[in-house]
């Protein structure tokens, strides 16, 4: 049986989330972009919630929801068949690159380096996550390698 308390990590400060019996762990994550004919490899950060299926109980698969700063929701990332999941260093692109970010506060931008890499693997994509902190990317490792398929 799959432990189902709930860890909640980052600066997500939703309060309903405490509530929701759904949600495993939450969290900001910056999540690279596809990158398609008409957009860019960038990364975006979002928030997003690692959640059991309501209907069919514990050992169900769960998915991962993810939200916009603005709190939009904006996609999920079925989990009935994750190959692999495993953390990773910057590529020498990624940290060449950084981040470019807005500071909203000050009206400033500056950049982030971002180095707390870690992949998702399912059958239709691969996954490209980065955590804020290492001990957010461990978490959400070992909480993703729980659902792996052997």
Known sequence: ?????????????????????NVIAESYLW???R?????????RRRRFRLCR???????????????DANDSFKG???LDDILDVFCRAPTNTERE?????A????NESGKIELKYFFDLVVPERRWTFCAETLSDMQRWVLLLRRYKKC
């Open 1 to 21: 049986m799959i432990d189902t308390t709930h860890i909640f990590t980052g600066t997500a400060t939703l309060l309903d989330a405490k509530n929701d019996k």
């Open 31 to 33: 999540k690279k972009s």
């Open 35 to 43: 990158g398609g004919l008409f957009s860019s490899d960038q990364m």
């Open 53 to 67: 299926d309501e209907k069919h109980g514990d050992e169900a698969a769960p998915h991962i929801k993810y939200y």
């Open 76 to 78: 999920t990332i079925v």
């Open 97 to 101: 690159n950084g981040l470019i970010v």
């Open 103 to 106: 500071d909203r506060k000050n």
